[in-house]
């Protein structure tokens, strides 16, 4: 079973979830303070990582921050009690999976936990992600990650769309290059509509409703702004 490295200094807290997890099958690592929890995880093996916010000497950001710069792979699921947008946008943008507001049910903890875990073995060490004003595009995992919790899918050309525009940030993108390289075929075999419709779609998911992210730069193509 994989081991879980949970950084909690709620006694209480700390103690149900690793009961929990232990009953569950999992092998725990714990930890009850930042410095503690900063060595666990930059030195310990473990396959996850439940990871509360506010910890005495380390938040909890500081370590997910040091996490993604020495094991950009591994999987981490923030427990916390702050259920701000401002700390759910912080962090995904540093890399967290998954955010579990305090106060929440061992079921709901553990569904999550048996989710990021599924798709931890597909995932390499370095996960590509593309923040938007919503939330993360995850294009590894080829699913959107948005700010109010909820997630949606990419489709392959979805995914192929955004990762090259994020590759050329800055530029606009005509629609012949896109599909050369996006579609990999000559321009003249499709008409330039298909394009058209694709970013709609990408638009919708991405809840960019006055297209202030995925530009359409008149007379050039498509781009994403800086």
């Known amino acids: 079973m994989p081991t879980i490295l949970v950084i909690e200094d709620d006694s209480a807290i ?23 929890g900063m060595e ?14 506010v910890l005495p000497n380390y938040s909890g950001f500081e370590i997910l921050r040091a996490l ?6 591994t999987p981490v699921i923030i427990l916390s009690a702050r259920g701000e947008e401002a700390d759910r946008v912080k962090g995904l943008k540093l890399g967290a999976d ?5 106060p929440f049910s061992v079921r709901e903890l553990l569904a999550r936990v048996e989710a990021v875990l599924r798709r931890s073995p597909e995932r390499p060490r370095a996960v590509q992600q593309i923040t938007f004003p919503q939330g993360i595009a995850d294009i590894e995992r080829m699913e959107l990650r948005y700010i109010d ?26 629609r012949d290059e896109l599909l050369r390289r996006v579609w990999r075929i000559e321009p003249q075999h499709t008409e330039t509509r298909t394009i058209d419709m694709h970013i709609a779609h990408l638009r919708a998911k991405l809840r960019d409703t006055d297209a202030s992210f995925l530009l359409t730069v008149r007379g050039k193509g498509y781009m994403l702004v800086q």
């Open 68 to 73: 993604r710069e020495h094991r950009p792979g």
């Open 149 to 174: 919790g909820t997630r949606a899918e990419l489709s392959d050309r979805e995914a192929g769309l955004i990762e090259y525009l994020a590759a050329h940030r800055g530029r606009a993108i005509s």
């Open 98 to 102: 998954d955010y579990v507001v305090k």
């Open 40 to 53: 666990q995880a930059q030195k310990a093996t473990f396959d996850l990582m439940l990871l509360d916010l």
């Open 14 to 36: 700390r103690r149900g979830v690793t009961d929990a997890l232990r009953f569950s099958g999992y092998t725990v690592l714990e930890a009850a303070e930042g410095s503690a």
